[in-house]
């Protein structure tokens, strides 16, 4: 009896351990994918973008880019100065494991209609972990090829999994034709749960060319 006793703690403790090990990973381990494939898809951009033609006076972006690939940066000033990362085309599991992704099919930066991006909140380096912490005024920066488009918060709200009208040209009215330049963000909620949705919805408030940065 004393032999099965101490047997079943042992597998306890090794079976507790390895839970451990695999929270861990998650949330950190994770982390290192994406800041890899970050890096690289930030220096493949900023490449790209410094070689492209000029921007020209009021250009929107329209130019499409391949699934997985690098569409557009973000920047959000509340979340800190560290809040930088770059958009991916799609998001399939594997595209968002990379960084945020845009939905293809919802308007491009700039355009009339919905810009939707959605993105991890406690794994593969959480890019909107704190994006509970918005508020209505704060900016959302979002830079392309030619320009850097600044959207403002209007509101968040918290939905089910199941509610696509979120992502409707004209948020919650799919029937609605958009008038408005709009950006979306979505994410799970609560954390270390996906039994709801975090919603973050804003408006175009200006824009202006990019600058270019320096090549590394």
């Given at each position: 009896?004393?032999?099965l006793?101490?047997?079943?703690?042992?597998?306890?403790?090794t079976a507790g351990?390895?839970?451990?090990l695999?929270?861990?990973y998650?949330?950190?381990?994770?982390?290192?994918?994406?800041?890899a494939?970050q890096?690289?898809?930030?220096?493949e951009?900023?490449?790209?973008?410094?070689a492209?033609?000029?921007?020209?006076?009021g250009k929107?972006?329209?130019?499409?880019?391949?699934?997985g690939?690098?569409l557009?940066?973000?920047?959000?000033?509340?979340?800190g100065?560290?809040f930088?990362?770059?958009?991916?085309?799609g998001v399939?599991?594997?595209?968002?494991?990379?960084?945020?992704?845009?939905?293809p099919?919802?308007?491009?930066?700039?355009?009339?209609g919905n810009?939707?991006?959605?993105?991890h909140?406690?794994?593969?380096?959480?890019?909107f972990?704190?994006l509970?912490e918005?508020?209505?005024?704060?900016?959302?920066?979002i830079?392309t090829?030619?320009?850097?488009?600044?959207?403002?918060?209007?509101?968040?709200?918290?939905?089910?999994?199941?509610?696509?009208?979120?992502?409707?040209?004209?948020?919650?009215?799919?029937?609605?034709?958009?008038?408005?330049r709009?950006?979306?963000?979505?994410?799970?909620?609560p954390?270390?749960?996906?039994?709801?949705?975090l919603?973050?919805f804003?408006?175009?408030?200006?824009?202006?060319?990019?600058?270019?940065e320096?090549s590394?």
């Open positions: 009896m004393r032999i006793i101490r047997s079943v703690g042992e597998l306890c403790i351990l390895v839970v451990l695999f929270v861990a998650e949330l950190w381990g994770t982390g290192a994918y994406t800041q494939a890096h690289k898809l930030d220096d951009l900023t490449r790209s973008w410094n492209g033609p000029p921007a020209g006076p929107v972006t329209t130019e499409r880019v391949r699934l690939h690098g557009a940066l973000i920047r959000i000033p509340r979340l100065k560290s930088h990362y770059v958009i991916i085309e399939s599991v594997a595209d968002l494991r990379k960084g945020p992704g845009h939905y099919g919802t308007a491009m930066p700039g355009q009339i810009f939707v991006v959605s993105g909140r406690t794994t593969y380096l959480a890019p972990n704190k509970g918005l508020h209505a005024g704060d900016k959302i920066l830079d090829r030619a320009r850097q488009y600044v959207y403002k918060v209007t509101s968040t709200k918290v939905v089910q999994p199941s509610d696509v009208s979120v992502a409707a040209p004209v948020p919650e009215h799919p029937k609605a034709n958009p008038t408005k709009l950006i979306t963000l979505t994410t799970c909620n954390k270390y749960s996906a039994a709801q949705r919603i973050v804003g408006q175009l408030v200006s824009s202006a060319p990019r600058v270019k320096a590394s």
